[in-house]
């Protein structure tokens, strides 16, 4: 793919873009330590999201270990802004020696015995770094679940860099479409499971990082529909520029005629991702409205 499909004028920040993409990473993590400085320090985008969601999740920790936190966050933030530029010209062999899976030999071993998987990410480390080499990891179809921008620029943009490493972009409400067409098959369903649902279609809430937090459960009725073994994959980073990725079953294959209550996975999910990110807090995306919708008051404990 020489580019991604776009109007005459949108062509010109396509070659910007493109351009930057082509500097090498030392010159990119100079440009990103700018960023940090102006971001963090002159605009302060988002500073009071994130330092408020950094309170109320580690409530235990002092304000010189928040800010700590804080500050390697949003260099984080604007490095993970030039990584993913520069996803647009980055060799599939560059992409593997900065990004280490591993534990991935059980989920290889149900694909290998002809059973899909179901992998439940979140936005830690570069997301977008993940993505892509996983799936250039499995010699299996991935399939990647995702929410369509409202940008047309960025939609093709993101859909370009996403789709380059060989990975099958599926649109939330096509999803259900997508996997009864390929039902059966040994593919990974790859999902980033933090998102914030809709207020009207919450179904789910559990504490989370010390929070009424609310999570969609789709995860557990596709694994229940499809038969899916499913993982809990984590990331973080190693040094700049280089991640490690651990792949941690969740739950096994549903038992046959086995109905299960509640929404297990997505308890469990919730509680895996709260251990990571408790062990590794600066990988987390802080500056998201993670908590926007506050719990009913008749709501009860996982529900």
Not at 179 to 185: I, K, S, T
Not at 192 to 201: K, M, N, T
Not at 278 to 284: H, K, T
């Amino acid at each position: 793919m020489s580019r991604p499909d776009l109007r005459p004028g949108q062509l010109p920040l396509w070659w910007l873009l493109k351009g930057i993409s082509l500097l090498p990473f030392p010159v990119l993590y100079a440009f990103s330590t700018f960023l940090y400085v102006v971001l963090y320090h002159l605009i302060g985008y988002r500073k009071k999201v994130v330092r408020q969601n950094l309170e109320k999740s580690f409530p235990q920790k002092s304000v010189a270990e928040l800010r700590k936190i804080e500050k390697q966050f949003f260099l984080n933030l604007t490095d993970i802004m030039v990584e993913t530029l520069k996803l647009v010209s980055l060799s599939p062999q560059d992409l593997a020696k900065r990004v280490y899976l591993h534990r991935s030999e059980k989920i290889e071993n149900y694909l290998n015995q002809g059973v899909p998987v179901m992998i439940m990410g979140a936005h830690l480390g570069n997301w977008e770094f993940m993505s892509s080499a996983g799936n250039r990891h499995f010699p299996f179809p991935v399939d990647g679940v995702y929410k369509p921008l409202a940008s047309s620029f960025f939609e093709s943009f993101l859909w370009f860099l996403r789709s380059r490493f060989g990975i099958t972009l599926v649109k939330m409400k096509d999803t259900l479409r997508h996997l009864l067409r390929h039902r059966g098959q040994p593919r990974i369903l790859s999902l980033l499971s933090d998102q914030v649902p809709p207020y009207g279609e919450i179904q789910y809430w559990t504490n989370f990082l010390h929070q009424d937090t609310a999570f969609y459960v789709g995860a557990d009725k596709l694994r229940t529909s499809f038969n899916y073994p499913t993982f809990f994959v984590g990331m973080r980073h190693v040094k700049r520029g280089y991640y490690e990725v651990v792949f941690q079953e969740l739950l096994p294959l549903p038992q046959a005629g086995v109905k299960e209550e509640g929404h297990p996975l997505t308890e469990v999910f919730a509680r895996k991702l709260e251990a990571w990110v408790n062990q590794y807090p600066a990988e987390y995306l802080w500056s998201h409205k993670r908590w926007k919708h506050q719990r009913p008051a008749t709501s009860v404990q996982g529900t």
